[in-house]
């Protein structure tokens, strides 16, 4: 088990820039598939970005592509969202999680077992 913990996000104007980090620590013998998930306010989780163990594959969610981009040192099990462009839909809790999962289903949130407390993004209009 490991607990990811994220940090960096902050309150931007729309068309700026954030970079989110996350650190998962305790069990680090083991390389994790990495991903990035929110929420709206009044909303259920969704998807943003994952990279997987090897950090060969990353996947975006459709609304995020071009925008955003998920880096991280796998053998270090960390990540970082580089948050481009913001818009106010992009506001909300941004959670890191990480886990053992199949490349295939990075981006399902149910295939993970740790995840962050969560830090806000606040994207002002």
């Known amino acids: 088990q490991v607990q990811p913990k994220e940090s960096g996000g902050g309150l931007v104007q729309a068309g700026g820039s954030l970079m989110l980090s996350c650190a998962a620590s305790?069990?680090?013998?083991?390389?994790?598939?990495m991903a990035w998930f929110r929420r709206a306010p009044g909303e259920d989780r969704e998807f943003v970005a994952a990279?997987?163990?090897?950090?060969?594959?990353?996947i975006y969610a459709d609304s995020v592509k071009g925008r955003f981009t998920i880096s991280g040192d796998n053998n270090e099990n960390t990540a970082y969202l580089q948050m481009d462009s913001l818009k106010p839909e992009d506001t909300g809790v941004y959670y890191c999680?990480?886990?053992?999962?199949?490349?295939?289903?990075?981006?399902?949130?149910?295939?993970?077992?740790?995840w962050g407390e969560g830090t806000q993004v606040t994207v002002s209009g």
């Open positions: 999680t990480a886990g053992v999962v199949n490349t295939i289903h990075v981006s399902e949130g149910f295939y993970y077992s740790c």
């Open positions: 305790g069990r680090t013998t083991i390389v994790y598939a």
């Open positions: 990279i997987s163990s090897s950090g060969s594959t990353t």
